[in-house]
């Protein structure tokens, strides 16, 4: 009971905070009463689920579980598996965030090839941080308000964060194409899917301009991960391959297509691998 009360309140600390926070931006004077007891109910509720945490950690520590097993199983029966998934891309785009600031890159072994896809999105995103600074510069030059400037501020560097930050982890997980012929398809980090070498089937460039968000399915089979509006890159499956969208919804694909920024050194490199093992055939009629 309450595990299932705690998982409620997860979802409503957001919610009273959002509720606040659009007041004061429409200009409703709230009560410092109000206030205060909202505050206050956050915190109790903050209280709680640091409680019913700790009990569950408990619980599983005495099963026989390790500290992190315990504390990750503790997490999953407490906070909603779509909530568990927005922090953790949060998460990884900040840490995609120092990555970018050192000029390292995410999961690209020695010998794999790096498919930046960034090319189309990456002005639009730079105009969007620009906007947001300058929304923040005039907002805190004419809000009066004490705790709505207070408010934006933190709202408005949070965002211009977030906006760097899911840059950056475009920039620093590119997709790899390993030296087999293996497959990683990546979105910053928001999606990552690998396709194993003995599942490519064939790959051809491919320009296309499909309709929708940045991860989308078709009734036949089709994956598109769409950059700026368009993909490049066609890769057909010999196999179906599983993949995980962003929320957490499963699928499965037997046609991939995606955006890289040279297609063609992405097409070459996972061709390669298929054509090489022919060259070491003997010719016909040689014993």
């Known amino acids: 009971m309450s595990v299932r009360i705690a998982r409620y309140a997860v979802g409503a600390v957001p919610a009273v905070e959002l509720a606040l926070v659009g007041c004061l931006l429409a200009g409703v004077r709230v009560p410092v009463a109000v206030l205060l007891g909202a505050e206050a109910l956050v915190i109790g509720v903050l209280g709680f689920e640091a409680i019913a945490l700790w009990r569950l950690w408990r619980a599983g520590r005495r099963a026989g579980a390790g500290r992190r097993e315990a504390m990750g199983a503790a997490l999953r029966a407490v906070v909603p598996d779509k909530a568990r998934r927005l922090v953790a891309h949060e998460v990884r785009g900040l840490h995609s965030l120092g990555l970018w600031v050192l000029r390292r890159r995410h999961g690209v072994p020695r010998g794999a090839l790096a498919v930046p896809y960034t090319g189309p999105q990456t002005a639009m995103l730079y105009g969007l941080a620009?906007?947001?600074v300058v929304e923040t510069v005039m907002l805190a030059l004419l809000v009066p308000w004490p705790v709505v400037h207070a408010v934006l501020l933190v709202l408005d560097v949070y965002g211009v964060l977030l906006v760097l930050a899911f840059h950056a982890a475009c920039v620093t997980r590119p997709h790899?194409?390993?030296a087999d012929g293996a497959l990683r398809v990546r979105y910053g980090?928001?999606?990552?899917?690998?396709?194993?070498?003995?599942?490519?089937?064939?790959a051809r460039v491919e320009r296309r301009y499909p309709e929708g968000g940045p991860v989308r399915t078709e009734t036949d089979g089709v994956l598109d991960l769409v950059v700026g509006g368009q993909t490049t890159v066609t890769v057909e499956l010999g196999s179906p391959v599983e993949f995980v969208r962003p929320l957490g919804k499963r699928g499965w694909a037997r046609t991939v297509r995606f955006?890289?920024?040279?297609?063609?050194?992405?097409?070459?490199?996972?061709?390669?691998?298929?054509?090489?093992?022919?060259r070491c055939q003997d010719p016909p009629g040689r014993a």
């Open 259 to 278: 955006h890289a920024d040279d297609p063609g050194a992405a097409v070459a490199a996972l061709t390669r691998g298929r054509r090489e093992p022919s």
């Open 130 to 132: 620009f906007v947001a």
């Open 176 to 178: 790899v194409v390993d």
């Open 189 to 202: 980090g928001l999606f990552d899917l690998r396709v194993p070498a003995g599942a490519v089937a064939g």
